[in-house]
């Protein structure tokens, strides 16, 4: 009787959360988190679906799903390799000025860090780390999706002022996902609600201005420069594009990118397959685009113009599994498999693309590592080991990450 009480929701919610955190599914863990709302949240209205879901969940037999496993290198297209990608160590020929950004960030140091499981200041208290962004003067923007509010700190660590709150008034968030920052310093902020939510600085703090609407839902990533903006999605069918590009006041410039050409007929697998992570150049106008479901990485011209199509032939990923039903389950995570963190821009041209191992007997323990791409010299680096497991910012010299640690934080390095 007790999904009769009103807090029958978060019970559903805790009750399923602590069953994949049992069976361990693959991926990060906020990603079984959020996994877990999108399954779980709508059952709270009924108690029948309720129970059934849980059942599922809790069933030792439900743990071993059947069907094919994704991705499936048959079913991709041909694809150039990395041509100067090696496993361990460092061996073959060294590329000089990636060679020497890479040795930079293996020293990179913590200046300051900011993060507490409790504290009697509400702003040191992070839900979820989503997105970091930094500004001209060095200010940190942290966009947190599980409070639905964005913190912004000096570059010495100080608490300055929160943008945005939850709810669904102007310059509110329902479900904040991407943050960025043009050469004005302006704040846009992008909703699975709304669109891109506009903040202009006004003296000590910032101010709502106006949201823009999306053709799509920004997915994948978001770019923004002074004049336009650039999202990423992923494919529910092969009529639609994967980036836009758009205008300040919400109009298409450009649409373009069809993902990978992956053998299948089942949209939900086209659209796990081509869910991605998107950075951008705007003085090189070229963007990258790394698929989380997929060992590819695409470098387009702003154009639209497929320059690349590169595939990481050693990469083992999580993927997910494609069941008779033509629904998607994912399986338990196996020695030796990556998943996709980050894309971002480190310097004109230069793209860093980050994964992680996590360890099958180590749930919290990640292996970072990640490659070096610089698309105009079409030079490549394979950073086989990092210090940190989540690079989220870069900027100049200065970096932002998470450390290991179970507690919601960044750390600020210098590099």
Known sequence: MWLGLPGEGALIYCVGYIILLIRKLPGRRDEGIYMT????????????????????????AAAQFTGQRHPDWKRLEPAEQFDEIWSEGWTGKKSGALHSLSERLRKMRRQWRVGALQSPHAWEMFGRVQDVAIDRRGRVFVLDN?????????????????????GEGPGEFIYPEFLAIDSHDTLYVTDRRHGIHVFAPRDNHYQYVRTIILPRIASGGLCVSDTSIIISDRLSNRNKSLIYHIGKSGNIINQFGKGINYDT????????????????????????IAYRNAPIVQVYRMDGTLLKT???????????????????????????????????????????????????????????????????????????????????????????????DDIPHISYYTY
């Open 146 to 166: 599980e409070y639905a509010t964005v913190r912004v700190f000096s570059a010495k660590g100080d608490f300055l002022f929160e943008v945005g709150r939850r």
């Open 310 to 404: 590169i595939a990481i032939r050693d990469l083992e990923l999580i993927g997910f599994i494609e069941m008779k039903s033509g629904g998607i389950t994912f399986p338990r995570r196996r020695d030796k498999e990556a998943v996709l963190i980050n894309v971002l821009r480190v310097a004109e041209g230069v793209f860093l693309i980050q994964y992680a191992i996590w360890q099958t007997k180590d749930f919290d323990r990640a292996r970072p590592f990640a490659y070096l791409f610089d698309v105009v010299n079409n030079r490549k680096i394979f950073l086989n080991k990092l210090p940190v497991p989540r690079i989220m910012a870069l900027h100049g010299n200065r970096l932002i990450a998470s450390d290991y």
């Open 265 to 288: 007929n089942n949209p939900l697998v086209l659209s796990y397959i081509t869910r991605n992570y998107m950075a951008c150049d705007w003085k090189h106008r070229m963007l990258i």
């Open 37 to 60: 709302y999108l399954t779980l949240g709508p059952m709270r209205r009924s108690r029948l679906a309720g129970l059934l879901l849980l059942g599922v969940l809790a069933t030792p």
